[in-house]
């Protein structure tokens, strides 16, 4: 279930990947291409605030101070290969969607002609 807070933290995720693309000179972007850049980020910061969590936990702490940030950066590389997998699957459903949708077209369009 999505409580009112996640879902105000994705729309506030939403705006600021929104406001780095315009930053970077994008002026445009396809809804996709963005939502899919959030998913990203969102999942990105996640596993960062958990291995942040982790190390305060293992100084015997219960809140993230900022040496467990720094410590989580050097930790925490970007993983390319899931990165390439994800967008790989998302490649994947797309096409199958298109052709979902060709086929309704052409027999739309068959349908027509009879």
């Not at 999505?2 to 406001?19: E, Y």
């Not at 939502?35 to 999942?43: A, C, F, P, Q, T």
């Not at 467990?68 to 950066?73: E, G, H, K, N, V």
């Amino acid at each position: 279930m999505t409580t009112p807070s996640r879902l105000f933290s994705q729309d506030l995720l939403k705006i600021a990947v929104a406001d780095m693309l315009r930053i970077q000179g994008l002026d445009k972007a396809n809804s996709q291409c963005v939502l899919l850049l959030v998913d990203i980020v969102e999942r990105y910061m996640s596993k960062l605030a958990q291995q942040a969590q982790r190390m305060a936990e293992e100084s015997g702490r219960t809140h993230v101070n900022y040496l467990d940030l720094l410590s989580t950066f050097s930790l925490v590389p970007v993983d390319v290969q899931s990165l390439e997998d994800y967008i790989k699957a998302l490649n994947l459903q797309k096409t199958k969607m298109q052709e979902k949708l060709k086929g309704k077209e052409e027999v739309g369009a068959t349908t027509a002609a009879v």
